[in-house]
């Protein structure tokens, strides 16, 4: 059975950092792209950040390029996300997944609030 278990969310204020891991199991992780989504309340997931299987390649949307850092742990089988400078926009759960069209089943994923 295909699992994902999203921590590290919490409270911070605007400015500080938090840390995201994803661990994954139930599948051949390090053998999939894999990225970090967010949802706003009451919207769609949105891709955040994607890395390539070896991790030599990342991709991140504008909004957080330059604060946030994807990474993973084949042999750990976890996905983080390093994030830094955080604004309240960036408010929202996060969640990993395969960076694909064909996604897996979603884990709960974890809550960052942004707020002073």
């Known amino acids: 059975e295909v699992q994902f278990v999203e921590s590290g969310g919490g409270l911070v204020q605007p400015g500080g950092s938090l840390r995201l891991s994803c661990s994954a199991s139930?599948?051949?992780?390090?053998?999939?792209?894999m990225a970090w989504y967010r949802r706003f309340s009451g919207q769609a997931r949105e891709l955040v950040a994607s890395?390539?299987?070896?991790?030599?390649?990342?991709t991140y949307i504008d909004s957080v390029k330059g604060r946030f850092t994807i990474s993973r742990d084949n042999a750990k089988k976890v996905l983080y996300l390093e994030m830094n400078n955080l604004k309240g926009d960036d408010t929202a759960v996060y969640y990993c997944?395969?960076?694909?069209?064909?996604?897996?089943?979603w884990g709960q994923g974890t809550q960052v609030t942004v707020s002073s």
């Open positions: 997944n395969r960076a694909s069209a064909v996604k897996y089943l």
């Open positions: 139930g599948f051949s992780f390090g053998t999939y792209d």
């Open positions: 890395i390539s299987r070896s991790g030599g390649s990342t």
